[in-house]
């Protein structure tokens, strides 16, 4: 039990310390990757999207998500991969707290019902440190 508290506070520095992952989904069959903005609040784990992405319809269809990051740019804390299903959220609260206004581009503003936050639910998570020491959380 400590070794998964020790891996999950190493995920959760990981998290706070970078502002992008890896996002894949499944479209059909076949896994569909991009670069999302990552938003956290310890290991709850959010993203924001436009109501009208094909992701959106993806995630409706399938909810079964990846996450990798920390990879990209090295880190002190190594990096991380999580699995995990994914719901589209119109909680207002959460849409208040990661309102950024460079989101004015794409949005009206926080209540713009495009506007959606993606919260992911882990079920796997693996912590590979900076030096290849690998642990591994399933639900």
């Known amino acids: 039990m400590e070794t998964r508290i020790v891996m999950e506070q190493n995920i959760v520095k990981i998290l706070d310390h970078h502002e ?7 479209e059909g069959n076949k896994p569909k990757q991009r670069y999302m903005m990552l938003y956290n609040r310890g290991l709850s784990i959010y993203l924001i ?30 990096w991380a991969e999580i699995e995990g299903t994914c719901s589209i959220t119109n909680d207002g609260e959460l849409r208040e707290h990661f309102w950024k206004p460079e989101f004015k581009a794409s949005f009206t503003g926080p209540e713009d019902p495009d506007y959606v936050v993606l919260k992911i639910k882990p079920i796997r998570m693996i912590h590979v440190s900076e030096n290849g020491e690998r642990h591994e959380w399933i639900e």
Not at 20 to 26: E, G, L, M, R, S
Not at 51 to 75: I, Q
């Open 20 to 26: 992008y992952c890896a996002f894949a989904t499944v």
């Open 49 to 78: 999207t436009d109501r009208k992405t094909h992701k959106v319809e993806e995630l409706e269809e399938n909810p079964h998500v990846s996450l990798l990051f920390g990879y990209e740019n090295g880190s002190a804390e190594g």
